[in-house]
């Protein structure tokens, strides 16, 4: 049976730590919405997670983690890509890149980018330090809108999750998403961090989004 917990409970992250090493699912708070996040690792536990979502397989599942060290552990960075991540991680700041070519996982398919960040939220740092790669993705059924309250995850997933974390309503703001898996970076998605703000970093970032306005 599911069960919502504040985050202000001293043993909220423990909780949510041992639940997802066990294979469950768990939702968390981060800085632009709540997410359902599962082992990486786990074929049982992306499934589900799937299943919960009403997801297809062939749709890759990002992955977040707590360092960006962790993330490069799994994640082939290439400079650019990295120097972007050393200015706005931890944010919101979603990277596509290629995966490490060593890994055993059922996140998508093999020839997908992989998506890639890690989450500017106390709560979300700390589970994610606890569990390392973990999958993390939306709480709410594919193809519907970012959840920014417990009732509205809890509506979407029900059961299938184990531990609720509730941080009370989350400011709604979404990721930018850079692909990085070019020769150019690309932004394709503008969110919390403008074409501005990355351009102060990285100058020669194209503009994908502007062949879709």
Request: proline letters at 6%.
């Amino acid at each position: 049976m599911s069960e919502v917990i504040s985050v202000n409970d001293p043993d909220a992250i423990t909780q949510a730590v041992e639940a997802v090493r066990a294979g469950r699912l768990v939702v968390i708070p981060t800085d632009t919405s709540y997410a359902v996040i599962a082992d990486a690792f786990n074929v049982t536990a992306i499934n589900e997670l799937r299943m919960a979502k009403g997801q297809a397989d062939n749709v890759p599942l990002p992955i977040a983690a707590a360092t960006v060290e962790t993330i490069a552990g799994v994640a082939n960075l290439p400079t650019l890509a990295r120097d972007l991540a050393t200015a706005f991680w931890p944010g919101p700041l979603m990277l596509m890149v290629t995966a490490q070519e060593s890994l055993m996982w059922n996140i998508g398919p093999i020839d997908s980018a992989l998506s890639v960040r890690v989450p500017d939220h106390e709560v979300a740092h700390s589970v994610l330090a606890g569990i390392g790669p973990t999958v993390m993705t939306g709480a709410q059924k594919a193809g519907q809108p970012a959840v920014h309250t417990i009732t509205e995850a809890q509506a979407a997933l029900g059961e299938t999750v184990t531990f609720y974390l509730d941080a009370g309503p989350l400011a709604e703001t979404a990721s930018t998403v850079i692909d990085a898996t070019g020769l150019h970076l690309r932004l394709v998605r503008q969110g919390a961090l403008s074409l501005g703000d990355i351009r102060q970093v990285m100058p020669m970032v194209v503009d994908a989004t502007a062949s879709h306005g």
